[in-house]
């Protein structure tokens, strides 16, 4: 380890892993010292921290925080940021409401304390600007490369302790915010950042909107550098398969098949099976009258609702990971094999792979942390879910999925996306036991707009901005297929339907 002492954003001196003093010509900006320490220690992890923090850093556990050569952490010791909660309103993704005392995903940084790898610094050194604003540069870099690899967190670890803000978070001006856009998102996002600045905050930001113009969009092709994790994620290579069904015999019957060809087989399959007629029974009879390779926990229940089936299951969980299925998936004899090694490699605790049907095509092609989480094709650590389960308020909805893989992150577990490892999804027709479900909203008057199901999600897991964001983004989609004559009239009417959303997802 080697450690970058600042303050004032300029570099104060470097310590060697001993926290000693070394001598070190400290360059013009703190910028450009973190990257010429890089190229004179290129096998080392580099910390930097404000002097007022320097007591506090957690040496001691540090190797176990960049447990890779692609991870970028940092802790932000205030709960602000340089890049302000302003940004919400273009950005809807899940990294921007941190939670702050677990390790939670987000390219959010702080020049407070932090670190990054040598190697990691010395392979965008020729194409990165070494910016002279420290945290611009920092978030920057996150923003810019985490939907290619990095692994970027706020770690409260770094510290060995919860210490009070002593040091005041200097945030971007509007201009500063506007540029960090116009480098970073689509080019209309600066327009609709200044729509929300005057529709919500009354304010006309009109000289940072054309200071925007002149900013170039930033690129830049980050090559992963190699995937090898000191951390041990797995002591038994152990995996319960969880599958909710109605109404599929045939495409079950499929995914136990390739469950039964892997060349690691799981200790046990959980099968939820639903059906509400009073007076059925099972269907499933392959189950008892075929010989499989591994267990088969069986709970036939006439309560329909995937939450339900998949709560079920999780009670059921015997082993170290849990396979969170489907019953119209199909997959490789190799998958549960291939999972266990980038588990390995990556030192993760939860991964996605590819879920696509048969023709679609593949847009996402390298490994990273992703805002998204599916309940049909995902692998996770069993010890992860003690507190973990399906919320029962969106069952029949929707959200169930993405409130999931939110209570994960909030429990400090990330959920890493891998573009080399597929499941298909049939996408089967509806089994033929389902009956119609009706919603509390049903008989209103006003019908909700969105569903009070997104909205709860939205309530419970976006900061406020996220939300006015999400609904001028609604208005304007729907708005487009309405006459010219009648906007006042569809106005008045997506208030209300909005307020309708809110006072159910509140009811839920």
Request: proline share 4%; charged share 20%.
């Amino acid at each position: 380890m080697i450690y970058l002492i600042h303050q004032n954003s300029s570099a104060l001196k470097v310590l060697d892993s001993d926290l000693q003093e070394t001598p070190f010509l400290i360059d013009t900006t703190l910028t450009k010292t973190l990257f010429k320490i890089a190229k004179a220690f290129p096998n080392e992890i580099i910390i930097w921290c404000h002097q007022a923090y320097q007591e506090f850093i957690n040496s001691s556990v540090l190797h176990t925080i960049f447990h890779h050569q692609n991870i970028l952490a940092s802790y932000s010791v205030s709960s602000k940021y340089y890049i302000p909660n302003s940004l919400g309103y273009i950005d809807q993704s899940v990294f921007l409401n941190v939670k702050k005392d677990v390790t939670f995903p987000t390219w959010l940084m702080s020049s407070d304390v932090g670190g990054i790898s040598a190697r990691l610094l010395n392979s965008v050194s020729n194409n990165f600007k070494p910016f002279d604003n420290f945290d611009y540069f920092l978030n920057s870099l996150a923003k810019t490369v985490m939907i290619q690899g990095l692994f970027c967190y706020s770690e409260p670890a770094l510290l060995t302790k919860k210490v009070q803000p002593i040091v005041e978070i200097k945030q971007a001006s509007n201009i500063q915010l506007f540029k960090f856009v116009k480098a970073h998102y689509k080019w209309v996002w600066v327009f609709m950042l200044a729509s929300c600045f005057v529709i919500y905050e009354k304010k006309l930001k009109l000289i940072p909107l054309i200071k925007s113009f002149f900013q170039k969009r930033l690129n830049l092709n980050f090559e992963q550098v190699n995937f090898q994790s000191i951390n041990t994620v797995i002591t038994k290579k152990e995996i319960d398969v969880i599958i909710p069904t109605i109404g599929r015999k045939t495409y079950l019957h499929d995914v136990l098949i390739d469950l039964a060809n892997q060349t690691i087989l799981p200790k046990n399959v959980i099968i939820i099976e639903q059906n509400p007629l009073p007076d059925s029974v099972s269907e499933l009879d392959f189950i008892t009258t075929k010989n499989w390779p591994f267990h088969i926990k069986h709970t036939f229940t006439h309560q329909t609702g995937v939450c339900n089936a998949r709560n079920l299951a999780l009670n059921q969980i015997e082993s170290e990971w849990v396979f969170l299925n489907d019953d119209d998936n199909r997959f490789d004899e190799h998958l549960i094999e291939s999972v266990f090694k980038k588990v390995h490699d990556f030192g993760v605790l939860a991964i996605t792979t590819v879920y696509l049907q048969e023709n679609e095509k593949l847009l996402f092609t390298k490994t990273h942390q992703t805002g998204i989480f599916g309940s049909g094709n995902s692998f996770i650590k069993a010890s992860c879910l003690k507190n973990i389960r399906f919320n029962m308020a969106l069952e029949f909805g929707y959200g169930e999925d993405f409130d999931f893989g939110m209570q994960l992150r909030n429990e400090g577990v990330d959920v890493i996306y891998c573009p080399d490892i597929r499941i298909t999804h049939l996408k089967a027709p509806f089994g033929g036991f389902r009956t119609e479900v009706k919603q509390l909203w049903d008989a209103d008057m006003v019908q909700p707009k969105p569903s009070p199901t997104i909205m709860y999600t939205f309530l419970k897991h976006y900061t406020k901005k996220q939300l006015l964001n999400y609904k001028l983004v609604l208005f304007l989609r729907l708005i487009k297929k309405e006459s010219i004559f009648n906007y006042w009239s569809f106005y008045k009417n997506f208030q209300k339907k909005w307020q309708a959303s809110i006072f159910w997802a509140k009811k839920l």
